[in-house]
């Protein structure tokens, strides 16, 4: 019986060992990967089908807002929630000239039409307002978003998913708190009558929670989802520490110079990149707020069981990455 247990014992740790060294060899590899330059992005015009230079991050903006939504086959939910966001940025255009907007859609590779409802909607509205980049194959959403914010042309860039789940008005909330904050850090309230005052040249970042809305949605979820929340929560707090409720909130958003800092950093390409985020806000000593948004459960969502060990995996990566030192932060 002895000797079982100390084969039992040596087998445990030889599985141990392999999974640390796995993780410490792919942290390795990504620590040079924040250029990512395996997912280039491709912008192509619909009327001529010809690739069009994107815009860079490190360009100074030409629109005062940038929507950046990711797309992996959503060509069902996505149309609803294009119409709805589209119908609100043109109202908020007449009644304010000085308003200008892109929306991009960043297609992760999708299998289904959202090419094609991309397209659509890039013809009827012109690629000034609406952009679709390709990403040819999937990467993931944390590489689907980062491709949007560092081509997009924006002095503030939203985040947002394509099922809709956040009501597209409430960004003048997140705005707001960017608006406020930007006026404190730069020379207080006179801020507003200095000219050369730029609200993208600040780093600031504010994420949508849905903290408030906790109680209710454990009644209401599915338990796997319930368990995945709390221990996702447990795991973000020893990786990232404490000071945000809700990580992972799909609606974001950044000043220019905040995006230019993270997005140029970012390694994750899945569904821990927002833990990144948090991570890199803090070594950054960039503000970050929490406002709560008004937001709804969109049946179709592609979290489920099989996201714990990927989510898992990604955490382990970061925390390897950075603890270590092999993961560089550009400043």
């Known amino acids: 019986m002895e000797f079982l247990f100390t084969i039992l014992a040596a087998l445990i740790l030889i599985v141990v060992l392999g999974l640390v060294s796995v993780i410490v060899f792919e942290a390795y590899r990504r620590s040079f990967n924040n250029a990512h330059v395996d997912a280039p992005a491709i912008f192509e015009d619909p009327k001529s089908l010809k690739q069009v230079p994107c815009p860079d991050i490190f360009d100074p903006a030409k629109k005062y807002l940038s929507l950046i939504i990711p797309a992996f086959n959503e060509e069902h939910r996505l149309p609803g929630a294009l119409s709805e966001t589209m119908n609100y940025l043109k109202k908020r255009e007449a009644k304010d000239k000085s308003f200008s907007y892109e929306v991009l859609i960043v297609d992760d590779g999708s299998r ?10 890039v013809k009827k509205y012109g690629v000034d307002k609406v952009r679709a980049i390709l990403l040819g194959k999937n990467h993931g ?15 503030l860039l939203l985040m947002l998913d394509a099922d809709g789940a956040t009501k597209v008005t409430d960004l003048e909330k997140l705005e707001n708190q960017i608006h406020a904050v930007a006026r404190k850090e730069h020379r207080g309230d006179s801020a507003a009558c200095d000219t050369t005052f730029k609200i993208s040249d600040i780093p600031i970042v504010v994420f949508g929670s849905r903290a408030h809305l906790e109680e209710k949605a454990i009644a209401t979820r599915k338990w796997y989802r319930n368990f995945l929340m709390k221990g996702f929560h447990l795991v973000v707090l020893l990786t990232a520490g404490p000071g945000i409720r809700d990580t992972q909130c799909g609606f974001k958003m950044f000043t220019r110079s905040a995006a230019r800092k993270l997005f140029t950093n970012i390694r994750l390409k899945r569904w821990c990149f927002d833990v990144e985020l948090v991570f890199l806000c803090k070594w950054f000593r960039i503000p970050v707020l929490e406002v709560s948004v008004n937001w709804s459960e969109i049946p179709g969502s592609k979290v489920n069981l099989l996201s714990i060990p990927n989510m898992l995996w990604e955490l382990a990566l970061m925390s390897v990455g950075y603890r270590t030192q092999m993961w560089k932060i550009n400043s």
């Open 141 to 155: 959403k944390g590489e689907a978003i980062r491709k949007g914010m560092l081509h997009s042309r924006g002095e």
């Open 112 to 121: 289904d039409g959202t090419k094609r409802v991309a397209f659509d909607f």
